[in-house]
């Protein structure tokens, strides 16, 4: 499965603006299935990302640009954002 994230404000500043993943059942680790798995995986892969991905922060997600929760499943091509709940223009 393909995804995209993205990151904006303040986690785009430490992570870039995002990154395509594939997320490969071949892998021998559990693939997330929902945004919040998603979260729980991506904060693993760093510290950099931990620190971003802070759950102390308050982050939003969105699911094909639309705020969603994190029991939002995963499916492929979909675009997942982090941006936190206070943004700028």
Same mark, same amino acid.
């Given at each position: 499965m393909r995804i995209s994230v993205r990151y904006f404000a303040s @986690?785009?500043?430490?992570l870039g603006a995002? #990154?395509? +993943? @594939?997320l %490969?059942?071949? +892998?021998? #680790? $559990? !693939?997330? /299935?929902t945004v919040g798995e998603l979260h729980s995986w991506l904060v693993k892969r760093? $510290? +950099?990302?931990a620190d971003a991905l802070d759950e102390s922060k308050g982050l939003r997600t969105a699911f094909n640009q639309t !705020? /969603?929760? %994190?029991d939002q499943a995963l499916s492929d091509g979909a675009e997942i954002? *982090? *941006?936190p709940p206070v943004t700028g223009g």
């Amino acid at each position: 499965m393909r995804i995209s994230v993205r990151y904006f404000a303040s @986690v785009r500043e430490k992570l870039g603006a995002g #990154e395509s +993943l @594939v997320l %490969d059942a071949a +892998l021998d #680790e $559990p !693939l997330p /299935c929902t945004v919040g798995e998603l979260h729980s995986w991506l904060v693993k892969r760093s $510290p +950099l990302h931990a620190d971003a991905l802070d759950e102390s922060k308050g982050l939003r997600t969105a699911f094909n640009q639309t !705020l /969603c929760s %994190d029991d939002q499943a995963l499916s492929d091509g979909a675009e997942i954002a *982090f *941006f936190p709940p206070v943004t700028g223009g």
